[in-house]
């Protein structure tokens, strides 16, 4: 019985797949839906879980080199948050780009966490050292 870190079967499995320079998709609640893409959704509740807990509970154990969100998040967002995220995935520097062309990214992604955020374009990809 795991006693520590990720406790979700199914979160612990997707995360367990990733290899070097995959990617992995962390979205909010109203995120798309992509039928070939392995979803794990693990959505309660508005904000429970949010992205920036999913980073958290992922950050001991996975390690990323890059990171992708919306352009639009930094106009949609106050500094506060923009700063949590930047802090999460640090020392990566997050790489913004139009909303359009993140959401390309996602069906080449290994999985997608949807979890029950409500941030503005709160989503990011992260890819794996």
């Avoid at 006693?3 to 320079?21: C, E, F, M, Q």
């Avoid at 930047?86 to 997050?94: G, H, N």
């Amino acid at each position: 019985m795991l006693k520590d870190g990720i406790l979700n079967p199914h979160v612990l499995s997707l995360v367990a797949r990733v290899r070097h320079t995959n990617t992995l998709a962390i979205a909010d609640r109203g995120f798309p839906f992509w039928p070939q893409l392995e979803t794990v959704d693990i959505s309660l509740v508005d904000d429970v879980p949010t992205v920036r807990q999913v980073l958290a509970a992922l950050k001991g154990g996975f390690v990323w080199g890059a990171a992708f969100m919306a352009q639009e998040f930094q106009s949609e967002n106050g500094e506060a948050t923009q700063r949590s995220y930047s802090e999460l995935v640090a020392p990566v520097r997050i790489q913004f780009e139009p909303h359009v062309e993140f959401k390309k990214r996602v069906p080449q992604a290994i999985g997608l966490i949807r979890t029950g955020d409500t941030t503005q374009y709160g989503n990011i990809i992260l890819q794996s050292a």
